[in-house]
């Protein structure tokens, strides 16, 4: 069952560098974000704070359209606040924090 596609593959592989484009960030993540509960994502729990995806970041108190979860090029999904902490923690090209794929 995959009651959820996924955002159409354009740009996906450059995700992370848009990332640190704070112009393009809200775009970039408005249109990776998942508004649907219903996702096929590969794990159900963020790969950087390790909570569910049913659930919210640690930083949100409800789960919801407040924070979303969005993908990068390689698959992994993770809470849109903990990828934008993580980002802002690289010193260098972000990488994802799950395999280092840009
Ligand atoms: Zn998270
Ligand atoms: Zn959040
Ligand atoms: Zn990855």
Redesign the pocket.
């Known amino acids: 069952m995959k009651p959820c596609p996924k955002p159409n593959p354009i740009d996906r592989a450059s995700i992370w560098t848009d990332l640190r484009e704070s112009d393009a960030t809200l775009t970039i993540f408005r249109w990776h974000a998942v508004t649907s509960w219903t996702w096929d994502a590969q794990d159900e729990t963020c790969g950087i704070c390790r909570k569910a995806f049913d659930g919210c970041c640690p930083d949100c108190k409800l789960p919801g359209d407040d924070c979303p979860l969005i993908w990068?090029a390689?698959?992994?999904a993770f809470h849109l606040h903990c990828i934008l902490k993580w980002v802002n923690s690289q010193t260098s090209q972000a990488h994802?924090p799950?395999?280092?794929?840009e």
């Open positions: 990068g390689c698959n992994h994802c799950m395999c280092r794929r």
